[in-house]
């Protein structure tokens, strides 16, 4: 065992938390209040141009190759500062991978260069369906075959970037007769393509800068060129390749609960009662003890996951283990932060409001806690069979 | 980053694995019921696989491998037998390391070399009825008289207490100063005159683990058997209870480990309303957490084992280990009880051992409140 990050990830780190603490710290009271869009957006472009949209994603395609660790320390400082931006960073590094795993080589070089450079702001996922959450292979989206086009109709919720994605990765039904899941395939529409609408943002509890909308597809035709990977293989496509997302978003709520433990001990050390500092007592002590404990214990499990991608190691159990504990000690660590500031922590003159609203998605998205213990819970099963 | 063992840690993994499911597994159950240290067992056949010094150089005895070899020899002893387990942590980890670490050469020779060995068993004499969390109250004391000092005292909640024959014992030799300044470490020898063993301790786990009262009444030991400075025996104590840390994290990973093997295997095994209850969520969702929860502490426990051997600082990181190992095993423990439904709670399944052996886990070696203050302070002062 070797636990030190290499110069390398140092490195991508260092740059990765001073763009943070001088660029995204500073606006992200005002992105929470919906002011100030075009600066998020400006800082997705300069984001790219530092090589965060392809940390790994082979140079060839404009990635910097900088692998799964340095992913994730990347989008932990990222999300320390704003956790808009980092869950825009992690789904765009994860458009990115997908292509590359499953994409033409035409494809990879169309789209993966243009989010690498930012000539893309983002690219969206569109798996998610009112009727298909925890449950994907329940959609319903159709793709029909005519000539050599196929013609998408149905619609997509929670879809992340939509209004500034240059590309969505769609799943549709390609084979009703199949068996469930079986039936399911996976392409690439352009934005701009007649047909695929944009639909209503959610108002949401947190995240606000990151745009959550409705994809609508009314006889959206796309070429035969846009299928990637096999016909009817969709499904196993989205099972597999979206693990390495579970590593982007509990490296996110990593960053968030370190955030918002920062911010609770400074506020320790200066709030006085009792004629004294509040973190004299045991009370806030433990709260702080616990917090480190469960985040470093985090951290070690999404290193680990990130670690095993990297060698190409299974890693979907550990992956589903970082997440789902990465994100439940983000919501326990922003709970006791709120706590440690008392009324002033409820207040939005400090962070841990947004942080802790910020922090509630992430056990929800890119796999519920209850999906990952499923996961957890088969493998393991699998594993002693 | 590498998260991956060695082929000599694997190696290791695998030969106590071994030992532990041949040689411990059978009368685990019946030492614990009898309250029977059995050391040829427990500690002479430790001995023979060369764990008894793991850590230590091969000059005086040891084995000369790493902490993370260490931390996965007591981890798979506790998987079967969380009593075995404690008698090597406590042994190595507070009997043998602090003569590793403060004592001179000639201590070493005499005391380290044979305790790694395995020929003498060691362990550690800090508690008193009087402080137990607070060292600083410590009250037994030892006065110097020519070549000799004199132990007056007594200690209490000592493992391996009457049957190792090395003891590191705490006492007070600096009457004026207070709390923890004028204390000093001392090398005190079974069956030396004024040294008398007192009340074995009835316990709720670890009943195959001997703990007991230590008397001291004009105990009169050479003066060479000092350890480390005089009035240096606090940071001596603090010190080794670090390292100590280690071994007990370890100790807390195996019982959970073996517990939630136990409940896995029983959760496939049983069948209700026409189906092994593993099928069902409710008990999926149970193993899936203890999975993670073992997981995260097994990272813990060998970051800082890894850091312990790499020389960096692993205070807080022992701490945190030991904190979330130990209360990941009482967690643990009590679900795999849960799991089993009626049966767990009877001595038919071992899992009501395990949980009777996690709960000391959270006590000794620092209590889970004391790890709090100890991690609660370094975060914040940065």
Known sequence: ?385 | MYFQLTEEQNLIRETVRSFAEKELAPSAAERDENERFDRTLMFDKVAELGLTGIVFPEEYGGAGADYISYAIAVEELSRVCASTGVTLSAHLSLGANPVWLFGSEEQKQSFLTPMALGTRLGAFGLTETGAGSDAGGTKTFAVRDGEEWVLNGSKIFITNGGDAEIYIVFARTDKNAQKHHGISAFIVEKDTPGFVFGKKEKKMGIRSSPTCELVFENCRIPADRLLGKEGEGFKIAMKTLDGGRIGIAAQALGIAQGAYEEALKYARERKQFEQPIASFQGVQFILADMAVRIEASRLLVYQSAWRASAGLSYGKESAMAKLSASETAMWVTTKAVQVHGGYGYTRDFPVERMMRDAKITEIYEGTSEVQRVVIGTAVIRG
């Open chain 1, 1 to 385: 065992m070797f636990l030190d990050l290499n110069e390398e990830q140092n490195l991508i780190r260092a740059t990765a938390r001073q763009f943070a603490e001088t660029e995204l710290a500073p606006l992200a009271a005002a992105l929470d209040r919906g002011e100030q869009q075009e600066l998020f957006l400006d800082n997705l472009k300069k984001l790219a141009q530092l090589g965060f949209m392809g940390l790994n994603v082979k140079a060839d395609y404009g990635g910097c190759e900088a692998g799964v660790i340095a992913f994730s320390v990347a989008l932990t400082e990222i999300a320390r500062a704003c956790a808009s931006t980092a869950v825009t960073v992690s789904v765009n590094n994860m458009v990115c991978e997908v292509i590359q795993a499953v994409g033409s080589e035409e494809q990879r070089l169309r789209y993966i260069p243009k989010i690498c450079s930012g000539e893309f702001l983002a690219g969206a996922f569109a798996l998610t369906e009112t009727g298909a959450g925890s449950d994907p292979a329940a959609m319903t989206t159709l793709a029909i075959r005519d000539g050599d086009d196929w013609i998408l109709n149905g619609s997509k919720i929670f879809i992340t970037s939509a209004p500034y994605a240059g590309v969505f990765v769609v799943w549709a039904v390609t084979d009703r007769s199949a068996a469930k899941g079986k039936g399911i395939s996976c392409f690439l529409v352009e934005a701009g393509t007649p047909g695929c609408l944009v639909g209503r943002a959610e108002e949401k509890m947190g995240q606000h800068a990151s745009a959550t909308n409705e994809l609508l597809l009314q006889d959206c035709r796309i070429p035969g060129s846009a299928l990637m990977g096999k016909l009817n293989d969709g499904f196993r496509v989205a099972v597999a390749e979206l693990a390495g997302g579970r590593i982007g978003i509990g490296s996110l709520g990593l960053g968030i609960g370190q955030a918002a433990i920062e911010a609770a001990s400074r506020y320790a050390l200066e709030r006085k009662q009792f004629g004294q500092s509040i973190s004299n007592f045991q009370a806030i002590q433990w709260k702080i003890a616990d917090a480190a404990t469960d985040l470093e214990a985090a951290r070690l499990l999404l290193m680990n996951a990130a670690f095993r991608k990297e060698q190409n190691k299974s890693y979907s159990k550990e992956a589903s283990m970082a997440k789902l504990f990465a994100t439940e000690a983000a919501n326990r660590v922003c709970y006791e932060a709120m706590q440690i500031f008392g009324g002033y922590g409820y207040t939005s003159e400090f962070p841990v409001e947004r942080y802790s609203r910020d922090a509630r998605i992430t056990t929800i998205y890119e796999g519920t806690s209850e999906i990952q213990r499923l996961i957890i819970a088969r493998e393991v099963l699998r594993s002693y069979a």
